[in-house]
């Protein structure tokens, strides 16, 4: 038998395994670890490219890295090449730059209509992709873009529009990480890096009102610890006290961690200033404000 048909036969026995009920709990401890990785990195990427491979994908689509065993992205989007129709092919490219694939299909492949219908999509990523090939990247909004991503999952696009913005990033990468966490695209809120979220807590709650289905993804096991932390250390130094307390109150019904709820506590023990004068003021000119506009 030849190498790759051996390499062939390893990966559908480890897929196998993999989305087989009760077997990983027979394996070491850390072959065990590195299917359930595997098996998250497989389902984001199916839950985020339903829309483009609906009823398409299968499971011998998924490829591995040869090296690592690792979910080798790149490689699966490549596997749908002459499976789905080029204008297909070409967003699931755009939206994990998959540049080279890209390239060629809009210039060799699609047609005159096609590239119009592209150039203004709603989709920002995809017009932004279009623009791009056209020689037109300077009119892009990027932040825009990488919002955008972070609402679809689309971990690539995210730190693609990132780097475009430079210097600029940081703020937005704090923005991006708080909406990863609403639409609970954890991995994507794990993936960037952060200084700190004051600014980008005022943008996205400007009238200080914390939904708690946002707070129970801040409590999720799927998002790390630390950073985590980091963001609800910022709530309770960013909220007033009674808006605190009725967090915490909240989050205790919902059967939150009790040692993150302990934490929680202590925090807001600890409040660094007292803000609360500060913020009822900022709450009665936002209320004054808004019923003059």
């Known amino acids: ?150 609402i679809h999952g689309w971990l690539p696009a995210v730190h693609r529009s990132l780097l475009r913005l430079g210097d600029s990033s940081n703020l937005i990468s704090s923005r991006c990480i708080l909406m990863a966490i609403q639409k609970r695209h954890y991995h994507i809120a794990n993936s960037l890096l952060w200084d700190n979220f004051k600014d980008s807590l005022r943008l996205l709650f400007p009238s200080f009102v914390i939904p708690l289905s946002f707070l129970k993804n801040l409590c999720n096991n799927l998002l790390n610890m630390y950073l985590a932390r980091s963001i609800i250390k910022e709530i309770v130094e960013y909220l007033p006290r009674m808006e605190v307390h009725k967090i915490i109150t909240d989050l205790r019904a919902s059967e939150a961690d009790p040692l993150l709820m302990k934490e929680i506590d202590e925090m807001c023990d600890k409040r660094t200033i007292d803000v609360d004068d500060e913020i009822e003021i900022e709450i009665e000119i936002n209320d004054i404000v808004s019923r003059h506009i």
């Not at 080279?100 to 992709?129: M, P």
Request: net charge negative; charged share 20%; aromatic share 10%.
């Open 1 to 150: 038998m030849s190498p790759e048909s051996l390499q062939t036969c390893a990966k559908i026995c480890v897929l196998k395994i993999m989305y087989a009920p009760n077997v990983a709990y027979y394996l070491p401890q850390h072959l065990e670890h590195e299917l359930n990785q595997l098996k998250t990195d497989v389902d984001i990427f199916i839950r985020n490219h339903e829309s483009l491979l609906f009823r398409t994908f299968i499971l011998q689509n998924v490829k591995l890295n040869s090296v690592t065993g690792k979910f080798d992205y790149i490689k699966t989007i490549k596997s749908f090449r002459y499976r789905i129709a080029p204008e297909i092919y070409f967003q699931l490219c755009a939206i994990n730059n998959v540049d080279d694939d890209a390239l060629e299909v809009w210039h060799f492949i699609l047609t005159d209509l096609q590239k119009h219908e592209f150039l203004i999509s709603e989709n920002e990523i995809i017009s932004a992709k279009a623009l791009e090939l056209v020689g037109r990247g300077s009119i892009i909004n990027y932040e825009h873009c990488a919002m955008t991503a972070c």
